[in-house]
């Protein structure tokens, strides 16, 4: 009997391919990048066959370093960045055009038409929790409906990144429970919102057939399997959105347990068997457990924040074969810099934003930096931002939704960071734990989650005995005041420049399309 799953964790800049044992061990990684198209401003477009040829790359790839066998693979999942839309044609069921993606805000319009049928924006917030914006996936739909009508006319259904590479695997068009519930999906009914869809104009017979995490949607068909390298028919399970990946992957699935991700985007999340209506841009999804709920405050940006400025400021140092690993030299050149950045300040909304601001037309801004500020500065201000962002989420939660979280868990990308972690551990003020393999927390999470689809684990529950943790930080005191200061004029920089951002961005757009 085979002892090992493939999990696929398909982000915005790649594919990363992850051969996970059954007691959660990483085994193997292998990760392909893909490219993001901006064909218009606020668009962001990508091409499903680089999905796809990801994947295959990067299954060979673990398969040759882990020299594992094809038939001890029990089974392959896929957590997926969310909100991607894949019309697929029904003739040949091949993609009708590029995927829109979540980073794409191209439907501003479509949202306001569409909550001006709910009586407008405040109206809707009462039911739905949130205003909509230009980046979510109804909105973006009824804009394909109205500006690209021939593609949706012959679109048979239209799938998002996890539904599309389980599509090239089985052959079957399904959408899973987590991924769904950020188009349309009745939480306590486990469907699509049937009423809502018809009322908006949107076609119910477009939607996909919805499934669990846990469910086995089919075996990889002949196509895929000559194509990896694996066997015909291994089982391929539902997966999830990556935000539910990470989430059980984190290992803080007992109800109120809380995480922080942070790779490109960042966000906080909180297991639950409550379900809520939304506020100050968070949600509350399905999570990958069928009987919970995610909620979840995310932030447009958190590490692309800190790419931006790699990209920008540090590239003599990116370029000089000297340097290994360019954020680990960020990472230290942050130590010169004292707590509070010497009063300058970055809010991280470089391309708007969901929460706690739910609103397209922010962005960012270095606040009152100065001749003495240096390029150290800026670097320092990036990461705190960060926290600063994180922290408000923090106390939205705590306020509004009643869930303390003293402890945070942290995953992805960043949480290999030790100075980021102290910071955020000081701004926020809360102890903050970080797991084993914390880029590949999404990873393990689908797989241990088709290890309970296949029976090994009883339940989810089980799995927090799994996941461990290997590094703490604690609060520094003395940097309390100073953070505790540098957060209330964060707080206040979005509403005072907030008709600002409005005035400039709405403007720019209307003049691009």
Known sequence: MGKYFLAHDAGTGGNKAVLVDVNGNVCSTAFVPYVTHYPHPDWAEQDPEDWWQAVVATTKAVMEQSRVSPNEILGIAY???????????????????????????????????????????????????????????????????????????????????????????????????????????????????????????????????????????????????????????????????????????????????????????????VSTAKSFIGDNGIVCMQSSEPDKALLMAEMETAGACLKWIADNFYQAEKADPKVKNVYALMDERTKTVPAGSDGLICTPWIYGERAPVSDTWVRSTFFNLSASHTREHMLRAVYEGVAYNLRWLIEVVEKKFKYPLPVLRLIGGGARGEPWMQIISDVTGRRVEVVAHPMEAGAVGVALTAAVGLGIYPDFLSLKKVVRVEREFLPQGCNEVCYDEMYQTYRKIYSCLHDLYHEVNEARFSKCQ
């Open 79 to 269: 957590t997926t960045q969310l909100l991607g839309i894949v019309p697929m044609n029904g003739s040949d069921s091949v993609p009708l055009r590029p995927a829109i993606i979540w980073l794409d805000g191209r439907a501003p319009h479509e949202a306001d038409k569409m909550m001006a049928k709910f009586l407008g924006p405040r109206v809707f917030s009462l039911f739905a929790g949130i205003p909509l914006t230009g980046k979510d996936g109804l909105p973006k739909l009824l804009w394909l409906k109205a500006n690209e009508p021939e593609v949706y006319q012959k679109m048979d259904c239209f799938l998002d990144v996890n539904g599309y590479l389980t599509y090239r695997a089985t052959g079957e068009k399904v959408m899973e429970w987590s991924c769904a519930s950020a188009f349309g999906f009745e939480y306590a009914k486990k469907e699509w919102m049937h009423g809502i869809i018809k009322y908006i104009g949107l076609d119910e017979a477009k939607f996909p057939r919805l499934i669990r995490s846990i469910d086995k949607v089919g075996g990889l068909t002949k196509e895929a399997a000559n194509a990896t390298g694996l066997l015909e028919g291994t089982p391929v399970f539902g997966g999830g959105g990556d935000v539910m990946g990470t989430a059980i992957g984190s290992g803080a699935i007992g109800e109120g347990d809380g995480h922080i991700y942070l790779g490109t985007s960042g966000w906080v999340g």
